[in-house]
């Protein structure tokens, strides 16, 4: 038996969150059984946990859309029991059981080997934010921005996504603004390595069409009229990757700075993201992200705490990432 954080509709239709005991028998199918030591409490497990948004496709559900353990059990010859992995995506947490719980089965395809010089802990402070975040900057140099091009906005900065951005985007030596709701956060996000910070509110209602350049490229988690604003705002030539929809699914924008500057907008996907480009973000944190300031940026809880947090979460209340440790 272990203990999982599970998720079940009530009569009303309401979603509801208890500490339950299973059995492995009860779990899943796929090749690889996974001990979970960590996993994390993002925007999309909040959701879920509060049911505010329908992430979760069938009850009951264990949410946790990422977790790092060991291999107890394998059917698959790339696995052995004690293999350090992680896992971030493929649906885990919404349709097929999650990381929230000391157990997890899933598809030996989902998984990531532990990179080199991180372990469970580390890799749980960077979590699907951090690996978001480094895939919207791989988006970026993709595509050709360098430092030398101008400043690189990056949107809900005190989030997971965005306070790692920050971090990733200032060792690459791009001046980073950064824009939050949270002014009074501001020494933290200069401490990430912001070198200007913004209030959202100059972006998060509309704006014209076609506004002055201000940055070269942008990573952006908001959404809505805030993307929008980037995009009218970024300089000739410049790309935004956009993640996140904390502001709104719309997009009221104009075609102007795309036909007129060359802007171009990225979406970044963390979910299907094929296994090649996940391996090179995750070698990529494991080499360029600070493990003491990952930590300094990290609340720690139980598995316990995750339900009442959930609403502090979505209230734009959590600074930051959130672990969760699963009991030994």
């Not at 001990?35 to 009951?60: E, H, M, W």
């Not at 790309?239 to 997009?251: N, R």
Request: glycine letters at 10%.
């Amino acid at each position: 038996m272990f203990q999982a954080l599970q998720l079940r509709q009530n009569p009303e239709g309401a979603t509801v969150a208890e500490i339950v005991s299973l059995d492995e028998a009860q779990l899943p199918d796929g090749e690889v059984l996974v001990g979970v030591a960590c996993s994390t409490v993002n925007y999309k497990d909040a959701l879920a946990i509060t049911g505010a948004s329908p992430v979760v496709r069938k009850f009951p559900m264990v949410p946790g859309i990422d977790f790092a353990g060991t291999v107890l059990d394998s059917r698959d010859s790339r696995y052995k029991p004690g293999d350090a992995v992680l896992l971030n995506g493929w649906g885990v947490g919404e349709n097929h059981w999650g990381g929230l719980a000391q157990k997890a089965r899933v598809k030996a395809d989902w998984l990531v080997p532990m990179p080199r010089g991180m372990d469970a802990r580390q890799a749980m402070a960077i979590g699907t934010a951090g690996y978001t975040a480094m895939l919207c900057v791989m988006a970026l140099q993709e595509r050709g921005l360098s430092p030398g091009a101008g400043p690189v906005l990056v949107t809900g900065a005190n989030g997971g996504v965005g306070s790692i951005a920050i971090a990733l985007l200032a060792r690459l030596g791009f001046e980073v603004h950064a824009s939050t709701g949270r002014m009074a956060e501001s020494a933290h996000l200069r401490q990430l390595g912001a070198a200007e910070v913004i209030d959202r509110a100059s972006l998060s209602v509309p704006g014209k069409p076609l506004q002055k350049e201000r940055w070269a490229g942008a990573v952006d988690s908001v959404g809505s009229h805030t993307l929008a604003n980037i995009c009218a705002s970024l300089k000739y030539g410049g790309t935004v990757a956009a993640c996140g929809l904390a502001q709104g699914l719309d997009f009221p924008a104009s075609v102007a700075p795309f036909i007129l500057r060359g802007i171009t907008l990225a979406g970044v996907d963390s979910v299907q993201a094929p296994m090649a480009r996940r391996l090179t973000a995750w070698e990529r944190l494991a080499r360029e992200l600070p493990a003491d300031l990952m930590e300094a940026n990290t609340e720690t809880i139980s598995l316990e705490a995750v339900a009442a947090l959930a609403p502090r979460l979505l209230a734009g209340q959590v600074r930051g990432r959130v672990r969760v440790m699963l009991p030994a």
